[in-house]
């Protein structure tokens, strides 16, 4: 069976981290969080870390030339290729998501699914009060989900356009929602 080269996109709060480590465990495929490497790279003090700290430091992305090298550099590694990618935080962009395409094909690979777990945000906003971190003031949720929606309308319909995007439901218990992911998995690598 060929490897899963999934893509998943969802609001701050709606699951995603739970859920990929999920898919991640149970299709044995490699989660790859870009948001994860440049912290981890910002911690490290790399170049990379100190060009990007000020950007994420500000709420903006990290500009597509920069990112696109990042993941083509991770994904032509052996184990994504025996394996397979859940790749979480990436695309963020239609231009990141031409280059994935590119970058796959390359490789002789192509997306599996894109997979958009869904929450309303008033849901979301609810659930990023309730757990009170000191940068959950209700204006700066509003702020991060409005960047967010503005910057993933267009990789949707990217997405949908490539006939890729699969919309899952992502309210009701943890177990209920890996669920329907998992249905939604098996039926794309057929
Ligand atoms: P995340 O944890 O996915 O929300 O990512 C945290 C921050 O890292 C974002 O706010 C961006 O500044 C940056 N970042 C992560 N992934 C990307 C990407 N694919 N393109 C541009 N910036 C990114």
Excluded at 48 to 59: F, N
Excluded at 144 to 155: G, N
Aim: aromatic share 4%.
């Amino acid at each position: 069976m060929r490897a899963l080269y999934l893509v998943i996109l969802g609001r701050q709060g709606s699951g995603k981290g739970t859920q990929s480590l999920r898919i991640a465990d149970t299709y044995g495929c490699i989660h790859v969080s870009t948001g994860d490497m440049l912290r981890a790279a910002v911690a490290e003090g790399t170049e990379l870390g100190r060009q990007a700290a000020d950007v994420m430091e500000a709420g903006h992305l990290v500009s597509d030339e920069i990112m696109n090298g990042i993941v083509a550099e991770r994904l032509a590694k052996d184990d994504i290729s025996e394996s397979g990618v859940l790749l979480d935080g990436f695309p963020r962009t239609a231009d990141q998501a031409d280059t994935l395409e590119r970058i796959l094909a390359e490789l002789d690979h192509e997306l599996t699914a894109a997979i958009n777990l869904e929450v309303p945000v008033e849901v979301v906003t609810e659930r990023m009060l309730a757990r009170r971190r000191d940068d959950d003031t209700p204006e700066a949720i509003r702020r991060r989900l409005s960047l967010y929606e503005e910057q993933t309308a267009p990789l949707l319909e990217w997405f949908a356009r490539h006939d890729l995007l699969e919309t899952v439901d992502g309210q009701g218990s943890e177990e209920e929602v890996f669920e329907r992911l998992a249905a939604v998995i098996d039926s794309r690598r057929g």
